[in-house]
């Protein structure tokens, strides 16, 4: 692939010749080096043969789909800049384009001038990304080797005889695990080592310490009270007159390391996603306003003719529903950037009970009516340490999207269950249910089989009850119901691993009983 400062290069696949040499002639007037394709067959082998630093895609093309040909290239080639144009008739098109990963989207008529602008943009703007990620890299083992060498008093440090027996720890350790000497003294150093590390390894630290020299690698490890915390493990052999006379492990916690890595992910996440917001919503209020405005004229002036008066009043309703979408999107990132949470102890089941008053007060009666609520729960205990009014959204969210997926009628069953180290609450319906290729991507933004909104309400409960140090899964079968399982901790501690936390959030949900 070529790179950003000498001959990049660029896919045209564009169908209009006039259009595509026009793009061709300033391209290559800016230093570029350009492949040209005129249906969408030919660009999809030019994509695999010459894997371009960026391919400018139009839509609408022959033989394959433009938007078929960027799924393509983000599969095949996810460094790819990848540029979809269309014309202005089909505003939807570009909101498609940015959930399949389309890097910008340009609506026709432009200025060649501007592509060429907006092709520099991204290329320098990936540029950084990757020295960003480059650097990050470097830092983060800079940070573990220091760690290694300066720290090691302050870590966990444990000595071995040549079969891995405990002979000696420091009083990190003990603080670390929860154990004392006399508990370890003489046991199997992998006592405290879980069984599948973080990185799906499972080793014999001894036998590779010994062979190797060394064994260095981040792993989960448990505790005396069956919790689990990631660590950073380094081994070396302790040698007396040149032979091997036993093993010293020392191990780096991890915990708020980890912490802070998945806070700063989930701010780049949504700062991205705030800037494609503002400018998707920036460009689509101001096509609103002027359908709206010339709308309701057209409505004044026809009032007459039956026909244009019914066409105007459709474009006025599909008007408001882009608004309202609009308005889901930006409150979405409102939130997201400003909210402050506050955690108490709270008993669940009000949260419950409201948000499912919220929902029957928004939708219709006949609806409601028809809809069989009911909440059990195996125990009386229903306190989670939370954000009342964060998982008060959650649960509206789920049960709001439950009671649209029975418009004929049904029955919802919210099911509270005491866990060891928390609360689980379950809402199944018999619904039209999720089908088996969308269930992987319901969290996602933008995503929804509604007609109206932006897809955001799962996704809002999704980054909540991370927040929360939650977790949810998903199990679903289109046209039989689905279930939803929300995972809420007693404590919302900073440190150690909860029992779900292990989960993925889509699937058929597990059992936790090993776990707790």
């Given amino acids: 692939m070529g790179t950003e400062l000498e001959n990049p290069t660029i896919l045209i696949a564009e169908d209009s010749k006039i259009l595509n040499n026009m793009l061709r002639d300033v391209f290559e007037e800016h230093g570029f080096e350009v492949f040209q394709a005129f249906d969408g067959s030919e660009g999809r082998n030019l994509l695999l043969k010459e894997k371009p630093d960026i391919a400018l895609i139009d839509v609408h093309m022959p033989k394959i789909d433009g938007l078929e040909n960027l799924r393509f290239a983000k599969e095949k080639m996810p460094r790819s800049i990848v540029i979809v144009m269309s014309s202005a008739d089909n505003p939807q098109i570009g909101v498609k384009a940015m959930k399949l990963g389309a890097d910008d989207y340009l609506t026709k008529p432009f200025a060649t001038e501007h592509v060429v602008e907006l092709a520099q943009k991204l290329l320098e703007k990936r540029r950084f990304g990757d020295e960003n990620v480059r650097l990050r890299r470097e830092i983060h083992r800079g940070e573990k080797y220091l760690a290694h060498l300066t720290t090691i008093i302050n870590e966990a440090l444990i000595t071995t005889d040549l079969g891995g027996n405990i002979r000696s720890i420091n009083r990190a350790v003990s603080k670390l695990w929860?154990?004392?000497?006399?508990?370890?003294?003489?046991?199997?150093?992998?006592?405290?080592?879980?069984?599948?590390?973080?990185?799906?390894?499972?080793?014999d630290l001894i036998k590779d310490t010994l062979r190797d020299g060394k064994v260095e690698g981040?792993?989960?490890f448990r505790k005396n009270d069956n919790?689990?915390?990631?660590?950073?493990?380094?081994?070396?052999?302790?040698?007396?007159?040149?032979?091997?006379?036993?093993?010293?492990?020392?191990?780096?916690?991890?915990?708020?390391?980890y912490a802070v890595e998945q806070r700063l992910k989930q701010s780049e996440k949504l700062a991205s996603l705030g800037q494609v917001v503002e400018g998707v919503a920036h460009e689509?209020?101001?096509?609103?306003?002027?359908?709206?405005?010339f709308a309701l004229r057209l409505r004044k002036?026809?009032?007459?003719?039956?026909?244009?008066?019914?066409?105007?009043?459709?474009?006025?309703?599909?008007?408001?529903?882009?608004?309202?979408m609009v308005q889901d999107i930006?409150?979405?990132?409102?939130?997201?950037?400003?909210?402050?949470?506050?955690?108490?102890?709270?008993?669940?089941?009000?949260?419950?009970?409201?948000?499912?008053?919220?929902?029957?007060?928004?939708?219709?009666?006949?609806?409601?009516?028809?809809?069989?609520?009911?909440?059990?729960t195996d125990k009386n205990r229903s306190i989670a340490q939370v954000d009342p009014a964060a998982i008060e959204e959650?649960?509206?969210?789920?049960?709001?999207?439950?009671?649209?997926?029975?418009?004929?009628?049904?029955?919802?069953?919210?099911?509270?269950?005491e866990l060891k180290y928390g609360v689980s609450v379950t809402f199944e319906d018999t619904g039209v249910g999720i089908h088996a290729g969308d269930v992987s991507e319901i969290f996602n933004p933008f995503f929804t089989s509604k007609?109206?909104?932006?897809?955001?309400?799962?996704?809002?409960?999704?980054?909540?009850?991370?927040?929360?140090?939650?977790?949810?899964?998903?199990?679903?079968?289109?046209?039989?119901?689905?279930?939803?399982?929300?995972?809420?901790?007693?404590?919302?501690?900073?440190?150690?691993?909860?029992?779900?936390?292990?989960?993925?959030?889509?699937?058929?949900?597990?059992?936790?009983?090993?776990?707790?």
Avoid at 185 to 199: A, F, N, Q, Y
Avoid at 475 to 504: C, D, N, Q, R
């Fill in 178 to 203: 929860g154990y004392t000497f006399e508990e370890l003294r003489d046991k199997d150093i992998h006592l405290l080592v879980r069984g599948e590390s973080r990185t799906l390894l499972h080793r």
């Fill in 218 to 220: 981040e792993f989960l």
């Fill in 227 to 257: 919790n689990t915390f990631p660590g950073y493990l380094s081994t070396s052999i302790i040698k007396e007159n040149n032979r091997a006379s036993g093993i010293v492990v020392v191990v780096a916690e991890l915990t708020r390391l």
């Fill in 284 to 293: 689509v209020r101001n096509c609103l306003t002027s359908l709206g405005g």
């Fill in 301 to 324: 002036i026809s009032e007459e003719n039956t026909s244009a008066a019914r066409y105007s009043e459709i474009i006025l309703n599909d008007v408001g529903r882009l608004e309202k």
């Fill in 330 to 376: 930006e409150e979405f990132v409102r939130f997201s950037k400003f909210y402050k949470f506050n955690f108490v102890k709270t008993d669940i089941i009000p949260l419950i009970k409201r948000a499912r008053d919220k929902t029957v007060n928004e939708i219709s009666d006949e609806v409601a009516q028809k809809v069989n609520f009911n909440i059990v």
């Fill in 394 to 417: 959650v649960f509206y969210n789920l049960i709001r999207n439950a009671y649209e997926a029975m418009p004929n009628g049904g029955r919802l069953k919210v099911t509270v269950r």
């Fill in 451 to 516: 007609t109206v909104g932006a897809g955001m309400g799962l996704s809002k409960a999704h980054l909540l009850l991370e927040e929360h140090r939650g977790a949810v899964t998903v199990s679903s079968e289109a046209g039989k119901g689905s279930k939803f399982e929300i995972f809420l901790p007693v404590e919302h501690s900073t440190t150690g691993i909860y029992p779900w936390e292990t989960l993925k959030p889509v699937g058929s949900s597990r059992s936790l009983k090993k776990r707790q």
